[in-house]
């Protein structure tokens, strides 16, 4: 099952992926880690569970804003966390974090989301690749670069339900006008790798409502 949590001033959608005998897996913690840590504990209690893992489709700000607190609150809760990010998106995480995301902020003109927002972003315990599994989850990752040289989409619920960070949204993409952002390599993610999808695909974006593939595949034939 995927639940969304709408968090910050952009409506940054954090998604707790619940599965019975299987580790929690959040990804995408943006802003407001008290909330978000009392919904995954809240989800660890509904699923037996005291095992998690945060997963990251990329590292911009508004997607791993949370991500520090959020997991030290989990560890001492108990919970036995791992913490995952795309390996394109390294300059995001540990010490280049700040400089990074400092650069794209300022060429998207926001540095007052930036000022207001910015903590310090913790290198993950993996970084990964295309078509990676969380371990235990059967949550596997999709290379979709193009918003970021790494961004990624989740695939879970057996398939059935793509996380889709930045890449997809209802009636539209990401924005490609950042300094590791590309237009035809986001287009190309999508026709190629997301498009090919079956069409009953729930799709969760990072913004915005859900949407499926069937829906959005009419766009980029």
Request: glycine share 12%; hydrophobic share 35%; charged share 20%.
């Amino acid at each position: 099952m995927v639940r969304r949590i709408s968090v910050g001033p952009i409506g940054q959608n954090v998604y707790l992926v619940e599965s019975p005998a299987s580790p929690l897996v959040i990804v995408d913690p943006g802003a407001e880690a008290e909330r978000i840590l009392a919904e995954a504990l809240a989800a660890l209690g509904r699923i037996g569970e005291r095992r998690a893992c945060i997963a990251c489709t990329h590292g911009h700000l508004d997607h791993v804003g949370a991500l520090g607190v959020l997991a030290e609150g989990l560890r001492a809760a108990g919970v036995e966390l791992s913490v995952y990010a795309p390996e394109g998106d390294r300059a995001y995480f540990g010490p280049e974090a700040e400089a990074t995301n400092r650069r794209v902020f300022q060429g998207i003109h926001a540095m007052g989301y930036f000022h207001k927002f910015w903590a310090p972003v913790p290198e993950p315990d993996v970084y990964f690749g295309d078509g990676f599994e969380l371990p235990g989850t059967g949550v596997t990752a999709i290379h979709t670069p193009g918003h970021t040289r790494g961004s990624s989409c989740f695939l879970a619920d057996s398939g059935s339900a793509l996380i889709s960070g930045d890449t997809l949204f209802e009636g539209g993409r990401g924005r490609t006008d950042n300094f590791d952002s590309d237009e035809a390599d986001i287009v190309a993610s999508i026709r190629e790798r997301l498009c090919s999808l079956p069409e009953a695909t729930r799709v969760w974006p990072g913004h915005g409502e859900p949407t499926t593939v069937g829906r959005e595949r009419p766009h980029y034939r």
